[in-house]
């Protein structure tokens, strides 16, 4: 069972945000309509709130987050109290804030949020009239927030505390009377009764309450309580009829989890079904919508209506694809299992079927992945070229049209509406539907970049067309209750699920990283040999033929596996020569295999569709030897950071030059000669290698080499940009860090950027995540760096990068100058391919008993299209 499923809740929630548009607020709302007698500030208040609120309900966390963070700007800059008095309090602001960071695994951020909405609700935000509401809210936020982090005990206290007070409220109304409206019909689905304000919001918080409670005690195995849960939110949220346009589906999409927990499929059905459509109506193309649409799949593969099935996860997948948020992979497998035996069935279609295994395959985010991927559209839809008004003219047509939809909903549950005020709101609805699909082909045509950006599917046609003879794309996702593989050549897919799972992976790469962490005398551990051929077997269980007739293995990987190099499993027996350290005769697959990886297909797709080399004329610009020195306080002022943050931001501080690196640099310049640029020290800074990408230095060379630290964060917890260490400057916005984000604004014409010393930090960075939160992986190993690395790569990518080269842990000086000098030397000279060049320097290595440790050779990848040259 996925245990991610519930996600914040937000007062009032989308009929508040949605009545506000037009003017006509349910009582208890925050939203301030945009009337004529109220001052700009309070329409520019109401506007951004409701964009929050409407992300937060609809699951678009980072879009949420954008929203709250410029509206504490507003009340940063503006007199937002005094001049709009029913604009909520600041607590309120920052609560919702702290909710969208949690719901992002970012909760040591969302810690110092909750502390500051705290301190206000109990210090100059305590005589507000709706303080005492505000404190309920936090109680039932942090309930939430325990949630999120799994942590049911937590969860269950502060739902029991947010509900002391609510009863007497909650009993009236579920005794009153059925009423009827005052145009004569009898609200369906529940009673509308005369309360105030007040009296309805405690009514929402006490059904969500209860949302929150059903989910709990499904967790905790308790079916019939969760179910008992979820029945009397439905009922207390039917007391307010247009609260519950916006609350019911959601309530029936958490009744079907239950129901199908319970083997009530049909029941199941039913409610997803419901929920989808009532989603798809009030925020189309949310994953709202597209979390009902796959339970209604689960329903209906048990009742075996697979076509059916297909039909529908896939209407859920198609959401995904334009929402970069994070989707378990276990929300998947029962897709994945229903292809397996719809194809065990009509063998036939095993070709379809792959195709569309394929097209889901690629839509499973972890939250490091999510985060990137959202914030890289964010980012282009920044700017005033033409490109940044595409994306932005689309997304506003989006919300407009979101808005309209919703209200029209809205409007058919209102008893006293008008038929032509339906009818001119109908084709309102339609006009804003039309637009939104008019703005997306023109942002696909004058922006291709944002389908990068967001990481969007690619069909099984799209990559066999750029896929090369002897290449294999091999996609490994790694899961609950089995894996999944994925083979696909140019002319042929192979697909199954594989015998193990994601925390068996987590435990067994745990076991092979620490075979390469050496301790701090600089001794080298033992690398299990034995353990990397199991790992091999587990992940090509009858696979081995179809794996190992390409002559090129390209990987896309997921969880922990994204932390190990593959070139370190083991494809035969290893013997016994290892454990006496010698690992010449181990049968390592990097040995028999050229190998490299994507974070996704679209981006070797996207890659190889750019029109061909490099104009560059400039052979390598070279950076190393960064000089350390960072004020803490500065990284997290540039961040907009809270304190919590601050022990991340002193090992960013403390990670320590890299004098080695300099001879690195310096071999790589003695090789291409004049065609090389040199900064080492203080002259490789911040400033001076953003002024140098901006006036089109960088864009001149075909290779641009960084040996430096890359910042690759073990959690998202408060930083989630990937960096590398640069030197500070004096400048305002210098905090020694060159993000993934500054990377993607520059412009490069690179074949290859190489990340010599990346990840050479991760050990500072653990132990400091590890400190102001707890280590979340007590064995093994979540993979969180690996897909750090992942989104570093994106970057270079989308900055105009066909390949980088980057390391997985530390590597002694002597022994990398040695196999970074051999890699150029064989692209230079011999004019080798990336993938052939990486092979034959580690090869060297390889075959010398004193560095035929993985240690020496094995942190080296190759991201992108690793068929290039120079």
């Avoid at 390469?516 to 033992?526: A, W």
Wanted: aromatic residues 6%.
């Amino acid at each position: 069972m996925n245990k991610r499923l519930l996600r914040p809740w937000m007062i009032a929630g989308l009929a508040a945000a949605a009545a506000a548009c037009a003017g006509s607020v349910p009582p208890g709302s925050f939203s301030l309509a945009s009337r004529d007698e109220e001052p700009e500030l309070c329409g520019k208040v109401d506007q951004i709130l409701l964009r929050g609120q409407r992300n937060s309900f609809g699951l678009n966390f980072r879009a949420a987050e954008d929203a709250f963070s410029e509206l504490l700007s507003v009340y940063e800059i503006e007199d937002v109290t005094g001049e709009c008095p029913a604009a909520p309090s600041r607590a309120f602001v920052l609560m919702n804030q702290a909710l969208a960071h949690s719901s992002q695994e970012r909760f040591v951020t969302a810690d110092g949020l909750f502390d500051r909405a705290e301190g206000l609700l109990n210090g100059v935000e305590a005589g507000r009239e709706d303080a005492e509401r505000d404190r309920a809210l936090l109680v039932a936020y942090r309930a939430q927030d325990q949630l999120n982090r799994s942590i049911l005990e937590g969860a269950r206290a502060f739902v029991d505390q947010a509900s002391a007070g609510l009863t007497d409220t909650v009993q009236f109304g579920l005794n009153a009377p059925a009423a009827r409206s005052s145009g004569g019909g009898q609200i369906t689905g529940g009673v509308l009764i005369e309360a105030s304000g007040e009296e309805q919001l405690a009514l929402i918080e006490e059904a969500s309450n209860n949302h929150t409670l059903s989910h709990i005690r499904l967790l905790e195995g308790d079916d019939a309580g969760a179910e008992q849960a979820i029945n009397r939110a439905l009922d207390v949220i039917a007391l307010a009829p247009r609260a519950a346009a916006a609350y019911r589906p959601r309530f029936l999409s958490q009744r079907a989890l239950v129901e199908l927990e319970r083997g009530d499929y049909e029941g199941a059905r039913r409610d997803a079904r419901e929920a989808a459509e009532s989603f798809g109506a009030l925020m189309p193309d949310t994953p709202l919508e597209a979390r009902a649409r796959l339970r209604e799949g689960r329903a209906l593969v048990a009742l075996g209506r697979k076509d059916e099935a297909m039909e529908v996860f896939e209407r859920g997948f198609l959401v995904y694809e334009e929402n970069p948020v994070v989707v378990d992979y276990g929300s998947l497998w029962p897709f994945f299992q229903l292809g397996l035996n719809i194809v065990e069935e009509q063998p036939e279609r095993k070709t379809e079927m792959g195709a569309r295994i394929f097209r889901a395959a690629q839509i499973v985010r972890q939250s490091i992945t999510a985060q990137t991927v959202s914030g890289a559209a964010a980012l282009l839809g920044e700017g005033d070229d033409e490109k940044a008004r595409a994306v932005r003219a689309w997304r506003d047509a989006n919300e407009r049209y979101a808005t309209l939809k919703a209200l029209q909903v809205l409007q058919l549950r209102d008893p006293l509406s008008q038929e032509d005020q339906a009818r001119a709101l109908a084709e309102a609805v339609a006009l804003a539907q039309a637009e939104v699909e008019r703005l997306r082909a023109a942002r696909d045509r004058i922006a291709p970049e944002y389908q990068s950006a967001i990481s969007s599917p690619v069909s099984l046609d799209q990559l066999q067309a750029v896929l090369q003879e002897g290449e294999a794309l091999v996609q490994v996702l790694v899961g609950w209750p089995r894996s999944f593989l994925l083979i696909i050549s140019r002319d042929e897919i192979t697909y199954g699920a594989l015998p193990v799972t994601d925390s068996q992976i987590n435990v067994l790469v745990g076991v092979l990283r620490r075979g390469v962490e050496t301790d701090r005398e600089g001794r080298v551990p033992t690398y299990r040999a034995d353990v990397a051929f199991q790992v091999f077997n587990l992940l090509f269980p009858g696979y081995r033929d179809a794996l190992m007739k390409h002559e090129r293995l390209i990987f896309s990987t997921s969880g922990a596996l994204q932390s190990l190099p593959l070139e370190l499993l083991v494809s035969a027996s290893p013997g016994t020569g290892w454990q006496t350290g010698d690992y010449t005769e181990v049968p390592f697959l990097g040995a028999q295999r050229a190998v490299s990886y994507v974070p996704s297909p679209r981006n070797l797709v996207d890659i190889r569709a750019r029109a061909g080399r490099s104009d560059a004329s400039g052979a390598v610009a070279s950076f190393a030897d960064f000089r350390a020195g960072v004020n803490p306080q500065k990284v997290l002022e540039v961040s907009s950071l809270p304190q919590t943050c601050l022990r991340l931001a002193q090992a960013v501080d403390r990670v320590g030059e890299l004098p080695g690196t300099a001879q690195e640099a310096q071999v790589i310049r003695e090789i291409f000669g004049d065609d090389a640029l040199l900064a080492t020290g203080a002259a490789f800074n911040e400033d001076a290698v953003k002024q140098e990408a901006g006036d089109g230095t960088l864009a001149d060379y075909r290779v641009l080499h960084f040996a430096t630290h890359g910042i690759l964060w073990p959690t998202p917890d408060c930083f989630t940009d990937p960096a590398l260490t640069v030197t500070a400057t004096t400048s305002e916005d210098s905090d020694g860090l060159l993000t993934a984000s500054e990377i993607r604004l520059m412009t490069f014409d690179a074949q290859l950027v190489v990340l010599s010393a990346c990840n050479t930090a991760s050990g500072y960075l653990t132990t400091a995540s590890n400190s102001i939160y707890g280590a979340r992986q007590q064995v093994g190993l979540s993979g969180a760096g690996g897909e750090s690395l992942s989104g570093l790569a994106r970057a270079f990518f989308a900055a105009g990068a066909r390949a980088v080269l980057a390391t997985h842990w530390p590597v002694a000086d002597r022994e990398t100058t040695q196999l970074m000098a051999r890699f150029f030397r064989l692209l230079k000279d011999e004019e080798l391919d990336f993938a052939d060049a990486l092979q034959q320097a580690q090869g060297e290595l390889r075959r010398s008993r004193a560095t035929s440790h993985p240690v020496f050779w094995g942190p080296f990848v190759l991201i992108g299209d690793a068929a290039a040259t120079l």
